[in-house]
């Protein structure tokens, strides 16, 4: 029989303070997964779109950790990159939303175009994650594996009516809490 000598760490965290920083970004979200085989162990990202989107995300990051106010001559001043454990919200807004019924609609339940639903499609919300979180490492967090922790991750589509849906084009709001508390 094993014990305990001391209690187990809390594990539930409780963010009731604003977030460390907020990042807005403009563009498609665009997610990283399958790759190809160039040949001599190159291996190519398939998507053309990871790469402006990782530099939308990269743009936005580094606009959100300027420091207001603060340059030297003409070089702007920047907060350092967040470490430690840290917890994130990712809600990605992607293209509209499509006109047509969705393949998965439930049967017996009445369909309308005005009605608005999640988009439960490609591209996969892990992989969309993936690629944001890669391009955040060195612009806004040291290393993506400070985060421990997701509040939120999700998808919609543009003018869904949810909080931090971006309304009129694609994009993401990312919010980052520094996790400070160490309780027995």
């Known amino acids: 029989m094993t014990t305990l000598a001391e209690p187990p760490l809390n594990t539930t965290t409780q963010l009731t303070s604003p977030p460390d920083l907020i990042i807005t970004v403009y563009g498609t979200p665009a997610p990283q997964g399958s790759k190809r085989h160039v040949g001599n162990g190159v291996m190519l990202e398939m998507s053309k779109r990871l790469k402006p989107w990782r530099q939308d995300v990269k743009e936005a990051a580094l606009i959100a950790m300027e420091l207001p106010s603060a ?33 998965w609609w439930p049967g017996g339940v009445r369909w309308s175009k005005s009605l608005r639903w999640r988009p439960a499609s490609t591209p996969d919300l892990s992989k969309l994650l993936r690629s944001t979180e890669d391009a955040l490492t060195g612009v806004a967090w040291k290393d993506d594996a400070r985060v421990v922790e997701y509040t939120r991750l999700a998808k919609y589509y543009v003018g869904h009516d949810a909080d931090d ?12 809490w520094k996790l400070t508390e160490v309780t027995r």
């Open 71 to 103: 340059t030297i001559g003409a070089v702007q001043l920047h907060r350092p990159l967040l470490d430690g454990p840290l917890a994130a919200s990712i809600v990605f807004t992607i293209r509209e939303q499509p006109a047509g019924k969705p393949t």
């Open 165 to 176: 849906v971006i309304p009129h084009t694609t994009g993401a709001v990312i919010r980052i």
